[in-house]
């Protein structure tokens, strides 16, 4: 959370210094959208993201990847058919860009069209594939659409490429999470069990609230829901998440990374 809001004070200062920039405001939106997603339901968040999309597509009609909130801000909204069409339009108009199909599959997980999602995450991963946001991704939705053998198969592809960053990223906590999660999916429980337990003290809602899902699947409810606890208290704010939790016995919806 607290990476989000200095992304935005920052760019707020990169827009006054040159008001012509128009990557700023596409970031800019981009980390609003992702504050409101997790941490802050405020309505006016999206309100001024969408205005700060339009003004970067106004600056450089090129810069596609606006697209990209842009589609997340009127799912959030419940403007299905828009938040589709944006995604749709950043493939047609980047068909080479992995972030063009993550796009269109993180809108259908988004809504609870996890099997829809398969395909385009899949391209981009072929189109990119040592990024771990997409394998992460890769991994979520072919679990959440009942695709047990995709998703051990995807979760030992990604491992290796976890393990690597790790070594030189060691305190990255979202990536620490993913990786406990993405052990416990290939196979090796006890292993995922053992570094889960040492994830209960994150700071960050999100990171907690995966852990919770982790635990959740290990079993271990009572762990579960004292780590679920602790990420409401850390500010996690994604409601259909939250309710998916309460409501699945396995505890098994993750938050899908951006």
Same mark, same amino acid.
């Not at 909130?69 to 589709?84: D, F, K, N, T, V």
């Not at 809108?107 to 398969?118: E, P, V």
């Not at 999916?185 to 982790?214: H, Q």
């Given at each position: 959370?607290?990476?989000?809001?200095?992304?935005?004070?920052?760019?707020?200062?990169?827009?006054?210094?040159?008001?012509?920039?128009?990557?700023?405001?596409?970031?800019?939106?981009?980390?609003?959208?992702?504050?409101?997603?997790?941490?802050?339901?405020?309505?006016?968040?999206?309100?001024?993201?969408?205005?700060?999309?339009?003004?970067?597509?106004?600056?450089?009609?090129?810069?596609?990847?606006?697209?990209?909130?842009?589609?997340?801000?009127?799912?959030?909204?419940?403007?299905?058919?828009?938040?589709?069409?944006?995604?749709?339009?950043?493939?047609?108009?980047?068909?080479?860009?992995?972030?063009?199909?993550?796009?269109?599959?993180?809108?259908?997980?988004?809504?609870?069209?996890?099997?829809?999602?398969?395909?385009?995450?899949? *391209?981009? #991963? $072929?189109?990119?594939?040592?990024? !771990?946001?997409?394998?992460?991704?890769? &991994?979520?939705?072919? +679990? %959440? /659409?009942?695709?047990?053998?995709?998703?051990?198969?995807?979760?030992?592809?990604?491992?290796?490429?976890?393990?690597?960053?790790?070594?030189?990223?060691?305190?990255? *906590?979202? #990536? $620490?999470?993913?990786?406990?999660? !993405?052990?416990?999916?290939?196979?090796? &429980?006890?292993?995922? +069990? %053992? /570094?889960?337990?040492?994830?209960?003290?994150?700071?960050?809602?999100?990171?907690?609230?995966?852990?919770?899902?982790?635990?959740?699947?290990?079993?271990?409810?009572? *762990?579960?829901? $004292?780590?679920?606890?602790?990420?409401?208290?850390?500010?996690?704010?994604?409601?259909?998440?939250?309710?998916?939790?309460?409501?699945?016995?396995?505890?098994?919806?993750?938050?899908?990374?951006?």
């Amino acid at each position: 959370k607290e990476g989000f809001q200095l992304a935005v004070q920052l760019l707020t200062e990169a827009i006054k210094l040159d008001s012509g920039y128009a990557r700023a405001y596409y970031f800019k939106a981009n980390a609003l959208t992702e504050l409101y997603r997790s941490y802050d339901r405020t309505p006016a968040l999206l309100d001024e993201a969408e205005t700060l999309c339009k003004e970067a597509l106004r600056i450089k009609p090129d810069l596609f990847a606006v697209y990209s909130p842009l589609s997340m801000i009127y799912m959030h909204r419940g403007q299905l058919a828009e938040a589709e069409e944006a995604a749709r339009e950043y493939i047609r108009k980047d068909p080479q860009n992995f972030l063009s199909h993550f796009t269109l599959a993180f809108f259908y997980n988004g809504t609870g069209q996890s099997a829809k999602s398969i395909a385009p995450i899949e *391209e981009a #991963v $072929r189109l990119k594939p040592d990024h !771990l946001s997409s394998l992460w991704n890769l &991994v979520l939705v072919c +679990y %959440a /659409a009942g695709e047990r053998e995709k998703c051990e198969h995807w979760a030992r592809v990604a491992l290796p490429l976890y393990e690597r960053y790790l070594k030189l990223h060691p305190d990255d *906590e979202g #990536v $620490r999470v993913e990786r406990a999660n !993405l052990l416990q999916w290939s196979g090796r &429980v006890e292993e995922a +069990y %053992a /570094a889960a337990m040492k994830l209960t003290n994150l700071k960050d809602g999100t990171s907690l609230f995966n852990t919770a899902c982790l635990f959740g699947q290990l079993g271990d409810r009572p *762990e579960a829901l $004292r780590t679920f606890r602790k990420a409401i208290e850390a500010g996690f704010r994604d409601i259909r998440l939250l309710k998916e939790f309460l409501t699945n016995e396995k505890e098994g919806v993750l938050a899908l990374q951006g």
